[in-house]
């Protein structure tokens, strides 16, 4: 069968020269890839070698430009089952060989009209292994990626990358969260109550809980402790999100008055960062992050080594080698990155809360760490019912 020719629509896009400009003064120079114009943010890579709709309509990746480091893009298409959340949240993609044909019984549309339609700035044909490689020696920094009329003298357009803001400090969770509760119902039988707390929750999330009988109440990151315990949860969820978790002060107050009443609690990836935090950890920015979904880390509870999917730009400082005194109790270092050694979950021993750096739903991606839903689904069978702020 005879593949169909690229519309003159597409053929015209791939003409049109894009330029990206990194914040240290290197250049790329290829061709527009969705929409035409102008986008700024943090340049991170992405090692994944399928699932880009899903690591497209993550939010933890707001204001991130997204480097792919798997050469051929968009070969199977976009469809409307597999996003992650209602829209694209990258600030910018960049691709090497996006595909001219998409090709898969699911797909509904091209990947590049998806991008085209949602106002995406991405680029394609540049040697996005060179990238990939500048931002692993020099670290993920501000990017800007200009196109069409967009575009002007490289001292120019270097000028107004390096007046973007950075991330260190960036306070993004409630521009990605949900502004008004929602319930995800129980599949099956209800077996227990959630409060998820959505900092830039993944929708694989709530599913994974709810295939385990759980009724997951999602609520706005700004949420207090009452609003929390309003609906009776027997136990709290914080979700991942963007941002740096340094920012989350209202947050980590909500997660110590959780940890007070001795509820049930989990947490993923900021999440993680806020328990750090709430346990009185500091959290540091990584050189380039972890982003991808072939990280190997070990649970050091169990010395299993686990195939992990992975988005994070910011860790959590806590010591390895022991175990550490807290104001909620002793804590510890459950899980540990084996290539940088760094730290991807915490566990408090006297409280029932633990949490993880990485990404246990795992769409797409691995599914070694499913197992963390129902550490979550025994630590609340475990527990006594409490269903007011003050029990």
């Known amino acids: 069968m ?7 629509q ?27 114009g102008e986008t700024f943010g943090e340049a991170v890579f992405n090692t994944g070698m399928s699932g880009y709709q899903e690591t497209l309509t993550d939010p933890s990746y707001h204001r991130q430009v ?28 960049v691709v090497r060989d996006p595909s001219r044909v998409s090709s898969n019984w699911r797909s509904q549309r091209s990947l590049e009209d998806e991008l085209t339609a949602q106002g995406i700035v991405g680029i394609s044909g540049i040697d996005t292994r060179a990238l990939t490689r500048h931002l692993r020696e020099r670290g993920a920094m501000r990017v800007g990626i200009f196109s069409g009329e967009a575009l002007a003298d490289q001292a120019a ?10 991330m260190k400090g ?10 008004e509760k929602y319930v995800v119902p129980a599949i099956g039988e209800k077996r227990f109550t959630v409060a998820a707390v959505d900092l830039g929750i993944k929708g694989m999330t709530p599913h994974r809980m709810a295939e385990r009988g759980i009724e997951v109440h999602v609520l706005p990151a700004n949420s207090t402790v009452e ?12 979700s991942n999100g963007p941002g740096d978790p340094a920012t989350a002060d209202h947050q980590v107050a909500v997660m110590q008055g959780v940890l007070e009443r001795r509820t049930p609690l989990f947490g993923i990836c900021f999440g993680n960062q806020i328990l750090g935090r709430a346990l009185g950890f500091g959290t540091y920015k990584l050189k380039y992050g972890h982003r991808g979904i072939n990280q190997p880390v070990q649970d050091r509870t169990t010395g299993k080594v686990e195939v992990t999917a992975h988005n994070h730009g910011f860790a959590v400082n806590a010591p390895l080698d022991k175990v ?12 540990v990155c084996l290539n940088d050694d760094v730290v991807e979950g915490l566990q408090c021993l006297d ?29 609340m069978a475990g527990a006594p019912a409490r269903t007011t702020a003050g029990s």
């Open 10 to 36: 597409r053929l015209r896009r791939e003409r049109v020269p894009a330029v990206l400009v990194l914040e240290d003064g290197r250049t790329f120079r290829g061709q527009a890839y969705g929409a035409v």
């Open 157 to 166: 357009l270097l000028a107004r990358v390096q007046q973007a803001p950075e």
């Open 227 to 238: 609003d929390i315990y309003a609906v009776a949860p027997d136990g709290v969820f914080f």
């Open 66 to 93: 997204v480097v792919m480091t798997f050469p051929q893009i968009g070969n199977t298409g976009v469809n409307d089952e597999d996003p992650e959340s209602k829209q694209i949240w990258v600030a910018g993609y």
């Open 2 to 8: 005879t593949a169909p020719a690229p519309t003159t």
């Open 324 to 335: 550490s005194d807290t104001p909620y109790g002793r804590a510890e270092v459950s899980h």
């Open 170 to 179: 960036a306070d993004l969770c409630a521009e990605v969260a949900t502004t």
């Open 351 to 379: 409280t029932p809360a633990f949490s993880v750096q990485y990404h246990p739903e795992a769409a797409a991606g691995p599914h070694d760490a499913a197992y963390l839903f129902n550490r979550f689904v025994d630590l």
